[in-house]
């Protein structure tokens, strides 16, 4: 391996991440695997290029082996990228004319082919994300050729097994996401601060946030900020429209956040303009009461099903559970995805939180007359418990009275 410039991170890091992986593989039982999306090649071997966003391109596949060789396989003209970001040796990146590009698709399975039997890995299973939670940069016609060209080889899914490895925060991802959800946060705050009643839309709430974030030092938006004023914009995942905030009495609510080094914050905070009204500071008691009573329970080894239920059976107790849109979902991991494992639903509820998962909690209640009334926070789990790396701005947000 080699120091990239642009690598996010030293090159023990990825050592670290390769060596579990190479375990997976032992463990599994499969001869290699085959990566492919954007989030794993970068966590793999911090590749990284602008062309992943090209409907026509697959810029670049990962081949790990479990005998321990490990290539980037791409086309000529990625190949300069390939050595900018990642932590490869120049000899493990392999260039094929025409590779992962729309006008010649006949190179691709070829080149995965020759790669596999230039690392000696032509013969059992083949390990690939084709299970739930991810997004393959491969056509299902060219997965299917691959293994006709490989007929001693099968497929493997090893989806979930390369998910819970990305659950488990290092420290170093760890401080990169505190400092982002921070980020988050303060830039909600300052976007509320510049809201004037009767002028600022939600696009211009979302300008604001986002050049904030930029100022505050993140570098990227995965997904665009959601952005809602008044109580009948009861869209969850809408986006920033042109309504203009012409009622202090209504809610500013905005979801998700910024992203740092490919770390992603999710947020969602509400603000007014003057205080809540009894209906709004009763409502917001019960989400905010939510994260209170239940994220104690949080420790290394609870099962994620634990934890819906006990959302659940809260707000049947607080007489809500007919207005609560997180019943049996209550928010997700976070990392390179805005949505990883583990998800915290009754379909994973036997998935268990570990010392270094990073989670978004949102109980949420959408009300016919009050609107969305949510509070998101991210926490991370600890030994001891979690930390709350979202902890400014508990309360509903009023500008000089907060």
């Avoid at 060209?149 to 989806?159: H, I, R, T």
């Avoid at 709430?205 to 904030?212: L, R, V």
Wanted: charged fraction near 25%.
């Amino acid at each position: 391996m080699r120091s990239a410039p642009m690598l996010d991170f030293p090159l023990d890091e990825f050592e670290q991440r390769l060596g579990k992986l190479f375990d997976t593989l032992e463990r599994t039982d499969c001869a290699a695997v085959l990566l492919t999306n954007v989030e794993n090649l970068r966590y793999y071997c911090n590749f990284r290029t602008s062309a992943w966003n090209s409907e026509f391109l697959s810029p670049a596949m990962l081949v790990v082996a479990r005998s321990g060789g490990i290539a980037l396989v791409t086309s000529p003209r990625m190949k300069a990228t390939a050595l900018a970001t990642c932590c490869l040796d120049e000899a493990d990146i392999l260039t094929f004319d025409g590779f992962g590009e729309a006008a010649t698709p006949e190179v691709l399975v070829p080149s995965i082919v020759s790669t596999l039997e230039k690392l000696g890995a032509t013969s059992g299973k083949l390990g690939a994300e084709i299970g739930p939670m991810t997004r393959m940069r491969i056509t299902y016609n060219d997965h299917a050729d691959l293994f006709k060209a490989l007929p001693n080889m099968e497929p493997a899914d090893l989806s979930m097994d390369i998910l819970a490895l990305r659950q488990v925060k290092s420290p170093r991802e760890i401080d990169i996401m505190r400092k982002n959800c921070h980020i988050a946060v303060d830039a909600f705050k300052a976007a509320v601060d510049m809201v004037v009643l009767g002028e600022t839309t939600e696009e211009d709430f979302y300008h604001n946030f986002a050049a904030t974030c930029f100022d505050l030092g993140a570098d990227d938006f995965q997904l665009r900020l959601v952005v809602e004023f008044g109580p009948d914009r009861q869209q969850p995942n809408s986006v920033a429209g042109t309504r203009v905030y012409s009622d202090p009495d209504w809610c500013i609510y905005a979801d998700t956040g910024p992203s740092l080094h490919g770390y992603i914050s999710d947020m969602i905070r509400i603000a007014k303009l003057k205080p809540p009204t009894k209906p709004q500071r009763e409502l917001y008691d019960i989400v905010h009461g939510c994260h209170e009573k239940l994220i104690p329970m949080v420790k290394p080894g609870l099962k994620i099903g634990e934890l819906v239920k006990a959302q659940d059976a809260y707000m049947r107790a607080h007489g809500v559970d007919d207005i609560c849109l997180s019943r049996s979902v209550s928010g997700h991991g976070l990392g390179q995805d805005v949505h990883e494992m583990p998800v915290i639903q009754q379909a994973y509820s036997d998935w268990e939180f570990k010392v270094g998962t990073v989670f978004a909690f949102e109980p949420t209640l959408i009300h016919p007359e009050h609107g969305q009334i949510v509070l998101e926070n991210n926490y991370l789990v600890t030994e001891n418990g979690c930390e709350n790396l979202t902890p400014q701005l508990q309360d509903i947000y009023v500008p000089g009275l907060s």
